[in-house]
């Protein structure tokens, strides 16, 4: 599998994760369009902060550690706010739809 972002093919694994991170936003696009996510400005704020973790420790936090620092920055969110960003598993699907390699283990540290 691969896809195709401004004219350049990025191979993926076998799960449709790129093997390398590509921090272009029309790579988001893309890929969140083959996920079936219409991105609003909340997928952009767990994007982005998918990113700067990925940025900072090199690769992303798992479910409990995104829930806890994530509600630290916005107060008030729960695992159904991110579960309804992504449903497939916000630890997961986040940082796939952020054009992130795919999360250590079971989904980061």
């Given at each position: 599998m691969s896809?195709?972002?401004n004219g350049t093919e990025y191979e993926t694994d076998?799960?449709?994760f790129l093997l390398e991170p590509l921090y272009e936003d029309d790579a988001v696009r893309v890929i969140a369009a083959a996920e079936n996510i219409s991105l609003t400005d909340?997928?952009?704020e767990v994007i982005n902060y998918l990113r700067e973790q990925y940025r900072e420790h090199g690769h992303t936090p798992n479910f409990r550690n995104m829930l806890k620092s994530?509600?630290?920055v916005h107060p008030g969110v729960d695992s159904k706010y991110l579960y309804d960003l992504f449903p497939i598993g916000p630890a997961k699907q986040g940082p796939k739809v952020a054009a992130l390699p795919q999360p250590l283990g079971k989904g980061g540290y």
């Open positions: 896809y195709t972002i076998e799960q449709g909340a997928h952009w994530f509600a630290e």
